[in-house]
């Protein structure tokens, strides 16, 4: 039977390689939130006070975006047999909720092999760097970001108490070219994603000054 439902696009995060951009992980939400907040704040460059600089700009502005994802296993523990959902009746939603906490650890061997270097007595150790982290959130927005802010509430556990049904909050830094420079994947495809956005501004409907009352300007 063919059905006129489009079909449902889900928002994720999708890990890459920042030098090779070969994918490394993709993590899709269960459920989609029901709210997205973003925040733009501004960097102008007339900030000191200086008045020849008031209409600048230093940059793009910093976006900060906020969700709260669910993470829910019921629904697979009611057929816990079928090849797909044991997972879910042994563990939970613990794979999932894994999936998303360690984009914020180094990884176990990066932290071996520093702790091994510092024990030979190296002074100086470099900083591990973690992959390139992409927000995605329809084909309009591919935004390369930084995870600031994690949080989880398990609401409710199975017998072994593995949870089995989660809240998760998460905030992110849209990393621009004032970030990571022009040549760098994520700068790309911020540019790509500030490129779509003008493209976007094309299609607003158009106003006039009727619109707001007025015949003309003072």
Excluded: C
């Amino acid at each position: 039977m063919l059905s006129n439902t489009p079909r449902l696009l889900k928002g994720g995060l999708v890990l890459i390689d920042a030098e090779s951009a070969a994918i490394q992980r993709i993590i899709s939400l269960q459920y989609n939130p029901d709210s997205l907040s973003r925040t733009l704040q501004i960097q102008g460059a007339g900030e000191a006070g200086d008045r020849s600089d008031a209409l600048r700009l230093k940059g793009p502005p910093v976006e900060t975006i906020k969700l709260e994802a669910e993470i829910d296993a019921t629904d697979q523990l009611e057929f816990p047999k079928q090849k797909e959902n044991q997972a879910a009746a042994a563990l939970g939603v613990h794979p999932q909720l894994a999936a998303l906490e360690t984009i914020a650890y180094p990884s176990a061997a990066a932290l071996a092999a520093n702790a091994a270097i510092a024990a030979v007595g190296t002074i100086e150790i470099v900083p591990m760097e973690s992959p390139l982290a992409l927000f995605i959130w329809s084909a309009q927005r591919i935004l390369p970001v930084r995870i600031s802010e994690f949080s989880i509430t398990e609401e409710a556990f199975d017998p072994a108490l593995n949870p089995i049904r989660a809240k998760v909050s998460l905030g992110m830094r849209v990393l621009s070219v004032d970030d990571l420079g022009f040549q760098h994947k994520g700068g790309s495809l911020f540019m790509a994603y500030l490129r779509a956005k003008e493209a976007l501004v094309r299609r607003a409907p158009a106003a006039s000054l009727s619109n707001l009352g007025l015949g003309g300007l003072p």
